[in-house]
């Protein structure tokens, strides 16, 4: 592929309900890779779900999602989606060297077989994520910080361009938040788009170029300089909860 900052996510419409409740409303925005997005929104505001329906996840009613000018219709290896921890199953018996190489199985396909460019890969993503003495550990072992970047060398060594993260920063201490904020700096100078749902309103301009706000519907999309001001945020949330905006 040529430039990957040339690649935009383009929304459009997108309705999901559960039971025949919408928790999505007509939802359309168009993103680019090389920016890092922060989803902003309440409990119960769909974050979840729309991080879930674009990586084919979940079912939508209507709408659809392009890639790159190509329609994504469920899931695909471009975009990883990363769960919160609480999602995760930690018992499952896999050591990180497995959990990494299950995201080359993604990018594989059924029709070509494991080889030394996979392990390749494999290994550089584990070096990026700074994982090389831990890859006999079995997962349920890890620290929440190792256990992120065990889940983001996954999405790496699947070739992901689109990563998103639900509520990476959650239970995080101050060292492996930092470390995060670094990572995603350093993902988005690669090329990748990253959108991550945020509890935590004082850091988003710190680590944010553009923010989602959503509240069923989509209350503002655009630059965080232009788009999260204090009306837009009282509007997203429906209460004054925030003054530092
Ligand atoms: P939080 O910040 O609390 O994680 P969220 O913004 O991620 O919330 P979602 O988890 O996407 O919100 O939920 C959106 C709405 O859809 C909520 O009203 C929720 O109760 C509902 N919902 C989510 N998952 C399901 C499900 N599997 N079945 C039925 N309703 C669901």
Not at 57 to 80: C, M, N, Q, Y
Request: glycine share 10%; with cysteine.
């Amino acid at each position: 592929m040529s430039n990957s900052h040339d690649h935009a996510l383009k929304i459009s419409d997108l309705t999901v309900s559960y039971a025949r409740v919408p928790a999505l409303h007509h939802i359309s925005f168009e993103v680019r890779c090389g920016q890092c997005i922060a989803l902003l929104g309440p409990n119960g505001a769909g974050k979840t779900t729309l991080l879930k329906t674009l990586a084919g996840l979940a079912k939508r009613e209507s709408g659809t999602i392009h890639f790159h000018g190509r329609e994504v219709v469920g899931a695909t290896p471009d975009i990883a989606y990363l769960p919160q921890r609480g999602q995760i199953d930690w018992d499952f018996p896999t050591t990180v060297r497995g959990l990494v190489e299950m995201g080359r199985y993604l990018r594989l396909g059924w029709y070509r077989k494991y080889g030394a460019s996979d392990d390749l890969a494999v290994n550089l993503a584990m070096e990026a994520m700074d994982l090389n003495d831990l890859q006999n550990r079995q997962i349920s072992a890890l620290s929440g910080g190792q256990q992120q970047r065990a889940f983001l060398a996954r999405a790496l060594a699947q070739e992901a361009h689109v990563l998103l993260l639900d509520e990476p920063f959650t239970g995080l201490d101050k060292p492996n938040q930092d470390n995060l904020k670094a990572t995603l700096k350093r993902l988005r100078g690669q090329g990748k788009m990253l959108m991550v749902s945020h509890h935590d309103l004082p850091s988003v301009r710190e680590i944010f170029d553009q923010v989602l706000l959503l509240n069923g519907e989509l209350i503002g999309a655009g630059k965080t300089s232009e788009v999260f001001t204090g009306e837009n945020v009282q509007r997203t949330y429906q209460t004054h909860v925030f003054s530092g905006v």
